[in-house]
């Protein structure tokens, strides 16, 4: 079944508003359309997403599509696209090319904008997908607010320097957009959730208190087959898709965070997102096929690197430390051209993880530190370790101009540890 390609308007207005986080506990957030997460982008794949974008912040800002196989103007960052002023308006034009799930977010001062809650997941589906029972979309976020419920930055240097350091992490957890909820879900059903991690800095390793789940998806899409988990690490950036379920009737269980060492001076503990409560019987119809998708492997393991791309730290006079990229802040790496196999070799040189995002092509992991992955998979972002070399693959197709990688940690983008570079005809 060939879609023949619908347009689909939306509109998304950033604002200042006042937003119940829990009950009688409300914030002064920035979002889209007045509610946190914005508004869920719904199309098939094919289909040209319409968006204006309004901006009634106080501040320019811009939408970036972290994940969607778009035109490099479209990609909502500095070097492509003047940011939206206040006031002012932008019509993003988006022809979706992959099912998946997928987020928005914007690519301007992004430690304040993401944190305050300018955010929203999009679900692109296929013309055949697996049946579930239900679907669920789950963001999760955390902020970090003073006792007033506000979002001030430290000012003593040593605050600071560990907010820079470690990225800013709360103790405020949301799910889409309140803070740790209760949901319930029927006993005997199996259901599609799609788990997107949109905190500026938070590792979450996702549990459901240890009960068993499938991992069905990433970044890019559905996998091959489903992998059985009793948990997964999500890092900022990244998307799963679970099947999750059947539970029996009157379980009770949290939606956790476990504790993840990563290199930052934050004290890991089980943390707790949500409770999810199990109800009333009701009979499943889902169906997923044991194969769900054909993944055709880009390069093996041992293909010629053509790029290296190394992640450190360095010295600041001003700030204490900065974040590079190949000795650089901010760098502008060089181009790659089109219909060129890009295998490249990304270093952590550092002691603590960072997230690598890739903007508008998705990559595979060949291997990390010299070991394949699990599972093959098309991801846009991957969770560096410390002192680990990852290598990826991934094909520039003719989507030529301006794009960028960078470490999802905003706090880190900030601090310089992101690159433009071009791709070239
Ligand atoms: Cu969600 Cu440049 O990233
Ligand atoms: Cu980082």
Redesign the pocket.
Known sequence: MQNQGNIIRYELEAHVFDWEIAPGKTIQAWGYNNQIPGPVLHANVGDTLIVTLKNNLPEPTTI?W??LRIPAKMD??EEVQGAVMPGESFEYQLEVKDAGTF?Y?P?KN?TVQMERGLYGAMVITAAEEPVFDEERILVFDDMKLDENLEFTKPSWWLPRWRERHDGRQGDVRLINGKQEPTLSMAAGQIERWRLVNAASARYLKFSLQGKSFQIIGTDGGLLEYPVDATEILIT??ERVELAVGPFQEGEQFEIQSLPYKHGTTRKEKIESFATVNITDYQASKAAFPIRMRVIEPLATRDAQPTREVHLQVGPSLKNGINFMINKHQHLHDRPVKVGELQIWDIYNDMMMDHPF?L?GFFFQVLEINGKSPDYLAWK??VNLPPLSKARIAWMPDDRTGMW???C?ILEH?EAGM?AHFEVQA
Do not use: A, N
Request: no cysteine; glycine share 14%.
């Open positions: 970036h972290h994940g909502g960052t987020w977010h690519h992004e900022p950036g995002h903007h846009d972002t960028m990688y960078h999802h983008i992101m």
